[in-house]
C-alpha cells in the first residue's frame, strides 16, 4: 500500500492568512483526495486532484478558497487561503491506487486559525 | 444521494466482551464498502473493502460481512488497543462516484 506524508503535521495561523499543505506519495498514483475533518466529525471531501488538469471541487467548495495543485503523480498541495476560524480542521490527503478500490491516508495537517 | 449511517455513536466493552458496530447504506448501486480505523490525532487506517452481498474478510479480531443494505464489523473478544473511532465509507457504482464516509463509531474497550 501507498505511504503517504504531508507538511506540516499541525499549525496555528493567523485569520486573514493563507496556508499551503503538501501531500507526499512514495509511488505514482493517478487519484489523489483532499478532506476536511472537523472535531469530532467524519470526512468531508473537499476535491479530487487530478494530474495534468484542474481539480474538481465538491459542492460547498470552491477554487478561490482552497486552490489545488498537482504537479505530477507523486505530490500535490492544498492551500487554506484567507482563514478564519471556521478554517480550524484536520486536513487529510489520500490516494486511491486503482478507481473503486480503497484509499490510503496521510497522517493528516491540523491547523487552528485564530 | 447517499447516505451512510454508523451505529452506536459510542461503544463502551470490557476487554474479552464481543460486540458488533453498524454501518447501514443507501445507494443505487455499491462499488465498494469500506472499514478504516482512526486513532486520536491519526489518518484513517484501512481494514476491509467488501464488494458485494455476502462477502465476508477477517484481520485478528476483526470480522466484516455485508449485507444489500448494511455491514457489520464484528469485534471478538476485545482488547484496550482496539480502542478507536471505525469509520465505514461507501462508494457508489456508476460513473465517477465519491466515496462517502458516516460519522463513526467510537469504540472504548476497558481493561
Known amino acids: 500500500s501507498a505511504v503517504i506524508s504531508q507538511k506540516p503535521s499541525r499549525d496555528i495561523c493567523q485569520r486573514g492568512t493563507s496556508l499551503t499543505i503538501q501531500c507526499q506519495v512514495d509511488?505514482?498514483?493517478?487519484?489523489m483526495f483532499w478532506y476536511r475533518q472537523q472535531p469530532g466529525q467524519s470526512l468531508t471531501l473537499i476535491a479530487t486532484a487530478n494530474q495534468g488538469s484542474e481539480a474538481t471541487y465538491e459542492s460547498g467548495f470552491v477554487i478561490d478558497k482552497f486552490p489545488i495543485s498537482r504537479p505530477n503523480l507523486t505530490f500535490s498541495t492544498l492551500t487554506v487561503s484567507n482563514m478564519s476560524p471556521e478554517d480550524s480542521s484536520i486536513y487529510l490527503c489520500s490516494v486511491e491506487e486503482r478507481r473503486g478500490a480503497e484509499q490510503y491516508f496521510g497522517p493528516g495537517t491540523r491547523l487552528t486559525v485564530t | 444521494e447517499d447516505q451512510v449511517t454508523q451505529s452506536p455513536e459510542a461503544l463502551r466493552l470490557q476487554e474479552g466482551e464481543s460486540s458488533s458496530l453498524n454501518c447501514s447504506y443507501t445507494?443505487?448501486?455499491?462499488?465498494?464498502l469500506f472499514w478504516y480505523r482512526q486513532d486520536p490525532g491519526k489518518g484513517p487506517e484501512f481494514l476491509f473493502t467488501l464488494y458485494s452481498a455476502g462477502e465476508e474478510k477477517e484481520k485478528e479480531r476483526l470480522k466484516a460481512t455485508l449485507t444489500k443494505k448494511e455491514s457489520f464489523l464484528h469485534i471478538t473478544a476485545p482488547k484496550p488497543e482496539d480502542s478507536a473511532t471505525y469509520l465505514c465509507a461507501v462508494h457508489e457504482s456508476g460513473g465517477y462516484q465519491k466515496v462517502t464516509f458516516g460519522t463513526g463509531t467510537k469504540l472504548q474497550v476497558i481493561p
Open positions: 445507494v443505487s448501486g455499491l462499488r465498494g
Open positions: 509511488s505514482q498514483v493517478t487519484m
